[in-house]
């Protein structure tokens, strides 16, 4: 019996930007990306704008974060950025 294993490769990359900027910017700015974004201006129907926190290939690579900002009750948003063709 063979077994594949699969390298997992960490591609988290923490950011932590004191700059607030609109989603789609960011969006623009990392391309192919998964975004984890600290919500700064937002009302009951959409998210306007955020500090990115940290980037990464897989958004699973967020979930310790994710889980630090709910704990404090800080509102976030995962996005990805958009693809590039």
Known sequence: MSVTLIEEKP???MIDSDESRSIEEW???YP???????VTRED???????????TAEDSIEFVEIGRSYDERGIVNLTTRGGCTQ
């Open 27 to 29: 969006e623009r700015l």
């Open 11 to 13: 591609t988290l990359r």
């Open 32 to 38: 192919d990306l998964w975004l984890f974004i600290e």
């Open 44 to 54: 009951a129907w959409e998210v306007y704008e955020g500090k990115l926190i940290a």
